[in-house]
């Protein structure tokens, strides 16, 4: 019973055979919650059956679920490696009882898994029940059962505040009073008088082990508590925590979870990890913590960018290798100790070993890209000059700049300036940051209204039906007509306008696929639809513009897809599934889809990647999709629980989310779950070409791609093309390739020919221009036009009649193409001292509209304004002479 996979099995298995379902950990990115960065606790799958939104097919249910906590309420990120017992990512079991049982049963379950079934020294253990507040009274029904069923006596049932024995998940939502079981680590008797208190140097003190939350209030944005429709129950227990006491360590660090990642770190860093509190074994503990956020994000398809989560991935990441790099590993690590977390929890969670490659490619490339930049960040962090006698504060100006230009996250300079002696002026990044913030966004006014009407339309219907699986055109009454963000009860032509129904054939935009056009037609009226979406899930509404007659709330109507477009859409959408498959077959497993758009007109389609393909890789994955369109195997779906789909091989992509039953398509020998439409046959594609592979973000690449007669229309188009170019150079399709390269092969022999000219042109050209010199002084100068205008010819004639004159200043100017003009200043030097070329190229160049720099010796500008270029090389005699 001491591995943590074994604790793992033990809570869930008790739970199974009483009764609960036993369900796999969800999606540490939430569901249809807005308030939430990440799933942050294990009863966030379950929130919508909790406050009856959603149902499930039973009253029980037992999960291990991940969980992330580093942004919100509950952070914990400046606490990680510093305590025994925070963590950014952990896991937590739980028992949820969604109308059920009580607090009773609760209870007894939770005092016979922990004290019978897993062991635990009941001596050890005392709990804490709500003892009220406020207009809240205290939950003395759980002070009587733990005294009937577990036997405690009073002195061990604490009496605690709403701050500690009344739970709730955010600002909003499910809550209610708590009882919390805790353990007293250390020899001897446990101690009361320490409870409250961590275990300290002598390893005394207290840990909570397991929160029993009785679930009875909803509570609303105003603080108002409402009652659940029925009392549930929500319990979490930290995995690791329970780890501690079944393997007898105090720090959850030297765990089976954590503590082979911390060794490994050491093995890396060529140091010893002694578990104490010194700089060195946190940072260890910190990248053991990150590299399992980093390897779980990652698998979920969290990739690290500035957008909301992916920033969240990257300062945890950054943080990660800052540690490493104080420990001094100058080379690249994290991907070791992520990949690390993937044999470790990849049998419990197989989306880590799916993603092994995937992982590993993100990381390294991640760490790379940041260490480029960490080196030149701490030099301008470490250059700032601190102002005399001011307090060490960093100005929110320059943490700013270390944050946008340099990657730095302000957590991160928090960390660097508590090493540092110094503090950051947060108030005053805050305020850069908003600048920023407010240049870049965009207008959302009117939005809330608008969606709040849709979500008053769907609250009336609860789900529309989708016909469109079977046929492209149905019968139906309009259940909402939308015009101007408001809810009316007609249409007339010329409107624009939404049309709601209670079915439809008609797709709406999702899971990358484009919405349907069409028609709805009333007798004579008729509306095109451009478009449908689906503002609220389960919501389709048809967008367009009422071309013909008026239409009425509850007024029958035909709705009708527009066969060719969605037949278009058909074909490419069936074919990003066979890109898929080629992708991950030609490229690597890591090649995963992180998103796509299909529509009638071509495919994008984007995928995990750090390099560009190559035309033979191009080349190798048309081939390979039109080999299974050649095949014309027809396309089968099959519904089915997400277990099942799983085990037959399917898979999805890192954007969408399922429910516990899933559209699972088969296309050759593609398997993916999808809810979009396909075509019948792969031979309806008809064929596939790829018309671009591009760069899109970090570790994201994008292509583009045609199907069927679009795909006909781009080779026709390139056939035209090519054409036109053999006709120009007098030959055939396919000879313009050698036609085209002999051109260019004589075009070079002619630049070199024009290039060896102009040497001979600047030779000669020198002498006759040294005749216009002047003395002044001890020095010769000379500022005239020239007619080489190539920058390199320019500069071999200035450097002739600077030594031919010297000790000279000369400054040549010469007119370019497109009005443009060129000049250049030479100084000798034993002359730098007095007269500086930079400088006198910057007066110059101002009076043709210019501008321009260079060195003490040698400087070159350029102008607007050839009409003032003989006044500009002029102007040299006045600066020098004068």
Known sequence: MNKSSDIRNAFRNYFGQRGHQIVPSGSLIPQNDPTLIFVNAGMVPFKDVFTGQDSRPYKRATSSQKCIRISGKHNDLENVGVTARHHTFFEMLGNFSFGDYFKEAAIAYAWELITKELGVDKNRLVVTVFGGEKSLPADEEAAVLWSKIAGLPKERILRCGAADNFWQMGDTGPCGPCTEIHYFFGDGTPDLSLFGKEPGADGRGWVELWNLVFMQFDRQKDGTLNKLPAPSIDTGAGLERLACVLQNVVSNYDTDLLRPIVDLTAQISKKKYTGTLGADDVSMRVIADHARTTAFLIAEGVFPDRAEREYVLRRVMRRAIRHGQRLGIERPFLHECALSVVDRMGDEYPELRERRALIDEVTQQEEVRFRQTLKRGLERLHGYSWPSGAARVLPGEVAFELYDTYGFPLDLQEVIGREGGFDIDKPGFDRELEKARERSAGSKVGEEAVEGVYRAVSAELVEVKFLGYEREQGEDKIAALISGGKLVERLQAGDEAEIVTTQTPFYGESGGQMGDAGVIRAGTASFAVSETHKPVAGLFVHKGKVTAGTFEKGAVVILEVDHALRSATRRNHSATHLLHLALRAVVGQHAMQKGSLVGPQRLRFDYSAAAPLTAAQIAQIERMVNERVLSNVPVTTDVLPMAEAKQKGAIGIFE?????????????????????????????????????????????????????????????????ELGQTAELVKGSLFTTHEKVEKLLAQRKDLEREIAQLQKKLVSGGSRDLAAGARKVGDLTVLGTLVDVADPVALRELADQLRDKLAPSVIVLGAKAAEDKVVLICTVSKELTGRFKAGQLIKEIAAIVGGGGGGRPDFAQAGGSDPSKLEEAVQRVYGLVGG
């Open 656 to 720: 969408e989310k399922y429910g516990e039953v899933v559209r699972m398509l088969r296309i050759a020998d593609s398997i993916e779950l999808c809810g979009g439409t396909h075509v019948a046959a792969t031979g309806d594609i008809g064929t596939f070409k790829v018309l671009s592979d591009s760069g899109l973000a970090a570790g994201v690449r994008r292509i583009e791609a045609v199907t069927g007669l679009n795909a006909l229309a781009y080779t026709q188009q390139l056939e035209h």
